[in-house]
C-alpha cells in the first residue's frame, strides 16, 4: 500500500485544520475498522455537540467494546469519572455521556474497562468530527447505504466527513482512488425519510452508479437542518440510466463544488437535479450527461461551472430558477446566459486548446492554459461571501479561483533526474534549466530524483533567478527509493563532494522552494574551516517561506548555515550533523524559524548544536541536539519544548541524554559513512515527545520512514517500532496545503 504525505500547518498540510480533533475510523482495506459505512454509522453516529461526547488519541491496550462502560483512572485510582464508549481503534477512543465534563485530564490517564483492558491517553481530549477514511486496498466498495441513524446530531465543528484515505485520492479522472459502486438498483449514499440534523461533508470520492433509476447521491425528505457538501469528487455514470445527485422535498443546504459529472443519463435527472431552496454549486464540471444542471426550486446560485456536451435535454434546465446572484457558467449551448451575469453560452470545448482528454477511456476534463473560453474566465470565488473556494479537486492550494470547472490550472513543469533515462543527469541542471518567472507564467517547477545511483551527484546546486510566490516555486523530491529514511545510503540519490571552500552544496536564492527526501555530504576543508550543507543567502525582502522535509545533511563547517534576514525555515524529520571540530550544525538569524522531529549534533568546541543570533523566534519541538565538546550548550536561542539534548539546555526531563549507540539517544550507528539515526530499543527519546498533529507551526504525522507516528511521539524524525511505509512524495497538483 503507498502512503500520501500531506502536510498541514502555515506551510504544510495533511488534511485540513479544525476547531475539534478528527476521530477516524477505515474502511475498505485489511484489519479495517469497519467493512461497510453502515456498520460505521451504527457503531458511531451519536450527538457530537454534546459536551458529553469527546475523542481522544492514544494506545489501546487489551479489548474494549463499542457501548462498553469505562472510568477514567490516574496512577491506579479511579477518578469517578465514566463513560459510554461508541468505538476504539488502535489509536483512537470515541466516549459518550461522560459523567464529568468539566474534568481536567492528563496525559497517560486510562480509560478503563477493567486493569487489563484499557485506553491511555495521549492527549487531553477534544469535541468529535467522525471521520470515515476510505482505502481502495481490496478494490471497489459496492454498497448503498442509506444514512438514517437518527442519534446522529452534527454542526460546522463537529461535522461528519468521508474521504479517502492518504494517498487514496483520486487524480481528476474516474479510473484511479477509492471507488464507491452502488448495489444493483439502488443508489450509493442515500438520505432519505429521516430527521437527523447534521453537517456532512463527502470528499474526494469515486461514485459510480450502475443501474438504472439509481443515483450517487439521492436525497429525499430529511430533517430540518442538515449541509450536506459535495467536494472534490468524480461522478460517472459510465453511460448508463442513473443520476448523479438527486434532491428533492427537504429543507437540505447542498453544497456542490470542484465535482466532475459524466455519463448520468437518467433523461431529465442528469448530472444534478435538486429542489431545494439552498443549493450553492460552484466550479463543477458536467460532461456528456443527459442533462447538466437541473434546478427546481428558486434560490439555486451556480458559478463558474462548465456544463458542456450533455445534448440530450441541455446543460443548464428550469434556468428561471436560479439564484440572480449566479455568474460566469459556461455552456455548449445557449443555455449558459440565460441566468445571472457573465454567462458563456454557445462553447466548444475540445481536446486541442480546452481540456486535456475527450477520448473514452482516457477521459480527462483538467483544462489546458489555452483555453479561452475555461481559463480565466470566472468570477473569482476565492473570497466569496457564500463559498470561499481555495482548492481546486486535485486539492491544490490556490490563490485565485476564477477559471470555470472542477479544475485551476496551473503550468506543471515536471522533470525528472536520473542517471540514465531521465530530462537530466544532475539536479544542478534541472534547476538551472528551469529558470524563470513563475508567478507570471502561472507554473511551478516540480523536480523529482529517481533511478539507480551508483555515484553520487557531485554538482553543486544553486537555486537562484526565479520569481516565485507561495503558489509558483521550486518544488525538488525524490521518490521513495531514493528518499532519506534515517540512514546514509549510498545505493540512493546522494549529493556528496568534498568541497574545498565554505559554499552550500545546496544554495537556496528561491523564495517558497521545497526540498523533501535529500541526502547531503560535504566534508571539504579550506583555510578557514569546512564546507557548508545547504546555505540561505539573498532572499528577497517578504515573508517568505522554506520548506525541508525528510533530509540529511551532513558538513564538516556547518550543515546548515542561514545567511539572510528573510527567509522562514520550516524543517521536519531532518538530520543536521557536523563530525568536525569546525562550526555547530546549524546557525542563523533573522526571521521566525521552526524545526520539529529534527536532530541537531556539532563536534565543534566552539559552537553549539543549534545557534541563533538576533531577531526572530526559533520554535524548536521534538528535537534533539548535542555538542560533543564539553562547556558548549547543545541548544543556544530558541524556544525550547518537548525537546532533548546531552546537556541541561534541553527541556526539563529531557536533559542530560547521551549521544550514544548504546545509551541515551541510542541511535543505530554514529560511525563516519554508516550514519544511522533510528532509534533502538530503550532510547530515551522513545515515547517522550509532543504529538504535532494538529500543531499551528507544522502539523504533520508520519515519521521520516513514512510511517504513521504512534499516539505517543518520539523525539527526532525516527519514530520507533513503526514499520517504513512506501511513499509517493506528492507532486503540488497532489499535495494539500492550508495556507494562513
Known amino acids: 500500500m503507498k502512503k500520501l504525505i500531506a502536510f498541514l500547518g502555515s506551510f504544510f498540510i495533511a488534511a485540513q485544520l479544525f476547531a475539534a480533533t478528527e476521530f477516524i475510523c477505515t474502511l475498505g482495506k485489511t484489519g479495517a475498522d469497519y467493512t461497510t459505512f453502515e ?244 466550479n463543477n464540471t458536467f460532461y456528456n450527461n443527459d442533462c447538466g444542471i437541473r434546478s427546481e426550486s428558486v434560490g439555486m446560485v451556480a458559478k463558474n461551472n462548465a456544463a458542456f456536451g450533455n445534448a440530450i435535454h441541455g446543460d443548464y434546465l428550469s434556468t428561471e430558477n436560479f439564484a440572480a446572484e449566479s455568474a460566469n457558467n459556461l455552456s455548449s449551448d445557449g443555455t449558459g446566459d440565460d441566468f445571472g451575469t457573465g454567462g458563456l453560452a454557445n462553447k466548444t470545448i475540445d481536446a486541442t486548446s480546452d481540456v486535456v482528454s475527450l477520448t473514452a477511456g482516457s477521459l480527462d476534463l483538467h483544462i489546458k492554459g489555452t483555453s479561452s473560453d475555461l481559463y480565466n474566465t470566472g468570477v473569482d470565488v476565492y473570497g466569496d461571501a457564500r463559498l470561499a473556494i481555495t482548492n481546486d479537486i486535485d486539492v491544490r492550494a490556490v490563490g485565485v479561483r476564477n477559471d470555470i470547472g472542477a479544475n485551476e490550472y496551473i503550468n506543471h513543469i515536471y522533470k525528472t533526474v536520473q542517471p540514465t533515462g531521465g530530462d537530466y543527469t544532475c539536479l544542478e541542471d534541472a534547476v538551472h534549466a528551469q529558470t524563470q518567472d513563475l508567478v507570471s507564467n502561472n507554473a511551478y517547477v516540480d523536480i523529482e530524483i529517481k533511478g539507480t545511483w551508483s555515484s553520487p551527484d557531485t554538482t553543486p546546486v544553486d537555486m537562484d533567478g526565479y520569481t516565485t510566490d507561495i503558489y509558483h516555486y521550486i518544488n525538488i523530491r525524490t521518490d521513495d527509493a531514493n528518499k532519506f529514511k534515517g540512514k546514509w545510503d549510498t545505493t540512493k540519490y546522494r549529493l556528496s563532494f568534498d568541497m574545498p571552500y565554505a559554499v552550500g552544496m545546496l544554495h537556496i536564492s528561491a523564495d517558497y522552494a521545497k526540498v523533501t527526501g535529500l541526502q547531503i555530504r560535504n566534508l571539504g576543508t579550506y583555510a578557514g574551516g569546512g564546507a557548508v550543507g545547504v546555505t540561505f543567502p539573498d532572499l528577497t525582502p517578504v ?198
Open 39 to 282: 456498520d460505521w454509522e451504527n457503531a458511531i453516529a451519536c450527538d457530537l455537540t454534546a459536551a458529553g461526547t469527546k475523542t481522544f488519541k492514544g494506545l489501546k491496550t487489551g479489548a474494549i467494546a463499542d457501548g462498553a462502560s469505562v472510568t477514567l483512572y490516574r496512577g491506579g485510582s479511579s477518578q469517578s469519572v465514566t463513560a459510554i464508549v461508541q468505538h476504539a481503534n488502535s489509536k483512537y477512543i470515541l466516549l459518550k455521556s461522560i459523567s464529568n465534563t468539566s474534568f481536567s485530564y492528563q496525559v497517560n490517564d486510562q480509560w478503563r474497562v477493567d486493569a487489563s483492558n484499557y485506553f491511555a491517553i495521549a492527549t487531553t481530549g477534544d469535541s468529535a468530527i467522525a471521520v470515515m477514511e476510505c482505502y481502495n486496498d481490496l478494490g471497489t466498495h459496492i454498497e448503498s447505504w442509506q444514512m438514517n441513524n437518527t442519534e446522529w446530531a452534527a454542526n460546522d465543528t463537529n461535522k461528519i466527513i468521508l474521504r479517502p484515505a492518504p494517498g487514496e485520492r483520486h487524480n481528476g479522472t474516474s479510473s484511479t482512488g477509492f471507488t464507491w459502486q452502488s448495489v444493483a438498483d439502488n443508489s450509493c449514499l442515500i438520505f432519505q425519510y429521516n430527521s437527523m440534523n447534521v453537517v456532512i461533508d463527502i470528499d474526494g470520492i469515486v461514485f459510480k452508479p450502475v443501474s438504472s433509476g439509481d443515483q450517487a447521491i439521492f436525497i429525499y425528505y430529511i430533517g430540518d437542518y442538515n449541509r450536506i457538501t459535495v467536494k472534490n469528487c468524480v461522478i460517472d455514470g459510465a453511460g448508463n440510466s442513473v443520476a448523479g445527485i438527486a434532491g428533492t422535498d427537504g429543507s437540505t443546504w447542498i453544497v456542490a463544488y470542484n465535482n466532475v459529472f459524466i455519463g448520468c443519463m437518467s433523461g431529465y435527472w442528469g448530472g444534478m437535479r435538486v429542489s431545494f431552496s439552498t443549493a450553492t454549486v460552484y
Open 543 to 740: 515573508n517568505n517561506k522554506v520548506e525541508l522535509n525528510d533530509m540529511l545533511v551532513i558538513a564538516a563547517q556547518m550543515p546548515m548555515r542561514i545567511w539572510c534576514d528573510y527567509v522562514h525555515v520550516y524543517a521536519k524529520n531532518c538530520v543536521f550533523y557536523n563530525p568536525s571540530s569546525d562550526d555547530g550544525s546549524v546557525w542563523g538569524y533573522g526571521e521566525d524559524h521552526f524545526f520539529y522531529n529534527c536532530i541537531f549534533i556539532s563536534s565543534s568546541p566552539a559552537s553549539s548544536a543549534i545557534s541563533r543570533t538576533g531577531g526572530g523566534t526559533w520554535t524548536i519541538k521534538n528535537c534533539y541536539a548535542a555538542s560533543l565538546s564539553p562547556g558548549i550548550n547543545a541548544y543556544d536561542g530558541g524556544t525550547v519544548t518537548t525537546s532533548a539534548s546531552n546537556d541541561t539546555s534541553g527541556s526539563t526531563g529531557l536533559q542530560n541524554i547521551d549521544c550514544s549507540t548504546s545509551t541515551g539517544a541510542n541511535f543505530s550507528n554514529l560511525a563516519d559513512g554508516s550514519e544511522d539515526f533510528r532509534l533502538q530499543s530503550g532510547s530515551s527519546l522513545i515515547d517522550v515527545g509532543a504529538d504535532l498533529t494538529s500543531d499551528a507551526g507544522i502539523a504533520f504525522i508520519t515519521d521520516v520512514e513514512g510511517g504513521e507516528r504512534d499516539a505517543f511521539w518520539d523525539i527526532g524524525p525516527d519514530e520507533y517500532g513503526v514499520p517504513a511505509q512506501e511513499e509517493e512524495i506528492p507532486s503540488e497538483s497532489q499535495r494539500i496545503i492550508i495556507v494562513f
